[in-house]
């Protein structure tokens, strides 16, 4: 004869460790993002445009509008910031022990997820883990040029993130209580 035993959590506690693993997760991803702001910060600020030579001015100010709107915009804001967001809704939702302690990497989508997004989070971090030592032997100005686009890129990413987790299901449920009805 086998004996299952189960452990009933009460709903509040699960409320409460559901929250606490969304937070984790929100200040996971956070401190990841702020971590590559701040440690890319001062290359960038060491650039002066009167030092600059026109093709070091162009390509600054092209690399800034490609990582603003095509890492920001388009691949932060139209797609991991929302993913993200989902996922940290569902640990607040759904407590699993493993969510919950592995709350940053869940809402990245580097864990318990279908396998063609594993795979394609995990490429991406590889990537760039590769590309980090190739930007940090580049000679300045190149280097703050670089730099420049990637915090330009996560600021607007961390903004897009902290919009789709924070305001944004303000706003639904604000909307969703405001009268329904048709005139």
């Known amino acids: 004869?086998?004996?299952?035993?189960?452990?009933?959590?009460?709903?509040?506690?699960?409320?409460?460790?559901?929250?606490?693993?969304?937070?984790?997760?929100?200040?996971?991803?956070?401190?990841?993002?702020?971590?590559?702001?701040?440690?890319?910060?001062?290359?960038?600020?060491?650039?002066?445009?009167?030092?600059?030579?026109?093709l070091q001015r162009g390509s600054l100010l092209v690399y800034l509008a490609f990582m603003i709107g095509g890492k920001g915009i388009m691949g932060f804001h139209r797609g991991f910031s929302h993913r993200a967001a989902r996922r940290v809704r569902a640990i607040a939702r759904e407590p699993r022990l493993l969510r919950v302690i592995l709350a940053p990497l869940y809402s990245m989508s580097l864990v318990q997820a279908p396998w063609s997004r594993v795979a394609r989070s995990w490429g991406l971090m590889l990537?760039?883990?590769?590309?980090?030592?190739v930007v940090q032997a580049l000679p300045l100005p190149w280097r703050g040029i670089v730099d420049a686009g990637v915090v330009a890129g996560l600021s607007v990413g961390l903004a897009s993130f902290w919009w789709a987790v924070l305001v944004k299901p303000l706003l639904i449920v604000r909307e969703s209580s405001g009268n329904t009805s048709s005139p």
């Open 127 to 133: 990537v760039i883990a590769a590309i980090v030592p």
């Open 1 to 54: 004869m086998s004996v299952t035993s189960t452990i009933a959590v009460p709903p509040a506690a699960a409320r409460v460790v559901g929250l606490l693993g969304a937070a984790w997760g929100v200040i996971g991803i956070s401190v990841l993002l702020l971590g590559g702001v701040f440690s890319m910060g001062p290359y960038a600020l060491k650039l002066s445009w009167t030092e600059l030579s026109g």
